[in-house]
Protein backbone atom coordinates (compact mmCIF):
# COMPACT_ATOMS: atom_id res chain seq x y z
CA UNK A 1 0.00 0.00 0.00
CA UNK A 2 1.44 3.44 -0.80
CA UNK A 3 1.16 6.32 1.37
CA UNK A 4 1.27 9.75 -1.06
CA UNK A 5 3.40 12.65 0.35
CA UNK A 6 0.79 15.27 1.54
CA UNK A 7 1.24 19.29 0.83
CA UNK A 8 1.57 18.93 5.21
CA UNK A 9 4.29 15.80 4.86
CA UNK A 10 6.61 18.26 2.65
CA UNK A 11 5.83 21.76 3.96
CA UNK A 12 7.33 19.99 7.39
CA UNK A 13 10.13 18.14 5.62
CA UNK A 14 10.65 22.20 4.70
CA UNK A 15 10.77 23.66 8.15
CA UNK A 16 12.90 21.02 9.86
CA UNK A 17 16.01 21.80 6.95
CA UNK A 18 15.81 25.29 7.80
CA UNK A 19 15.53 24.61 11.42
CA UNK A 20 18.44 22.11 11.21
CA UNK A 21 20.35 25.00 9.01
CA UNK A 22 19.81 27.77 11.10
CA UNK A 23 20.97 25.99 14.36
CA UNK A 24 24.26 25.26 12.15
CA UNK A 25 25.02 28.76 11.28
CA UNK A 26 26.34 30.16 14.82
CA UNK A 27 29.22 27.25 14.07
CA UNK A 28 29.92 28.07 10.88
CA UNK A 29 30.33 31.85 10.62
CA UNK A 30 33.76 32.12 12.36
CA UNK A 31 35.23 30.23 9.38
CA UNK A 32 34.15 32.49 7.36
CA UNK A 33 35.39 35.40 9.41
CA UNK A 34 38.98 34.20 10.50
CA UNK A 35 41.62 32.81 7.91
CA UNK A 36 43.34 30.81 10.60
CA UNK A 37 41.39 27.53 10.65
CA UNK A 38 42.49 26.27 14.10
CA UNK A 39 41.51 29.80 15.96
CA UNK A 40 38.11 29.58 13.85
CA UNK A 41 37.64 26.14 15.40
CA UNK A 42 38.41 27.64 18.78
CA UNK A 43 36.43 30.86 18.27
CA UNK A 44 33.55 28.48 17.01
CA UNK A 45 33.86 26.42 20.25
CA UNK A 46 33.73 29.68 22.33
CA UNK A 47 30.67 30.69 20.65
CA UNK A 48 29.04 27.78 20.90
CA UNK A 49 29.62 26.92 24.78
CA UNK A 50 28.48 30.47 25.48
CA UNK A 51 25.34 29.77 23.00
CA UNK A 52 24.71 26.44 25.65
CA UNK A 53 25.02 28.65 28.77
CA UNK A 54 22.38 31.30 27.54
CA UNK A 55 20.64 27.97 26.14
CA UNK A 56 20.45 26.30 29.81
CA UNK A 57 19.98 29.71 31.69
CA UNK A 58 16.21 30.06 29.21
CA UNK A 59 15.51 26.89 29.47
CA UNK A 60 15.42 26.95 32.86
CA UNK A 61 13.75 30.37 33.67
CA UNK A 62 10.96 28.86 30.91
CA UNK A 63 10.72 25.70 32.99
CA UNK A 64 10.54 26.96 36.63
CA UNK A 65 14.09 25.61 37.41
CA UNK A 66 17.37 26.88 38.75
CA UNK A 67 18.92 29.07 35.55
CA UNK A 68 22.22 29.41 36.62
CA UNK A 69 22.69 26.24 37.11
CA UNK A 70 21.26 24.95 34.16
CA UNK A 71 23.19 26.82 32.35
CA UNK A 72 26.76 25.96 33.73
CA UNK A 73 25.37 22.11 33.56
CA UNK A 74 25.06 22.65 30.03
CA UNK A 75 28.37 24.65 29.82
CA UNK A 76 30.50 21.79 31.65
CA UNK A 77 28.46 19.24 29.26
CA UNK A 78 29.93 21.24 26.21
CA UNK A 79 33.37 21.59 27.83
CA UNK A 80 33.46 18.07 28.17
CA UNK A 81 32.59 17.26 24.68
CA UNK A 82 35.12 19.81 22.98
CA UNK A 83 37.47 18.41 25.12
CA UNK A 84 36.77 14.62 23.73
CA UNK A 85 36.84 15.97 20.24
CA UNK A 86 40.69 18.03 20.98
CA UNK A 87 41.69 14.94 22.19
CA UNK A 88 40.57 13.12 19.69
CA UNK A 89 42.48 15.29 17.51
CA UNK A 90 40.21 18.09 16.56
Do not use: E, Q
Amino acid sequence: MKVPLTKDDLSAAIAIFLLVSATALPAVIPFFLIDDAHRALRASNLFLIVLLFVTGYAWARFSGGRPFYAGITMTCLGLFLVAIAVALGG
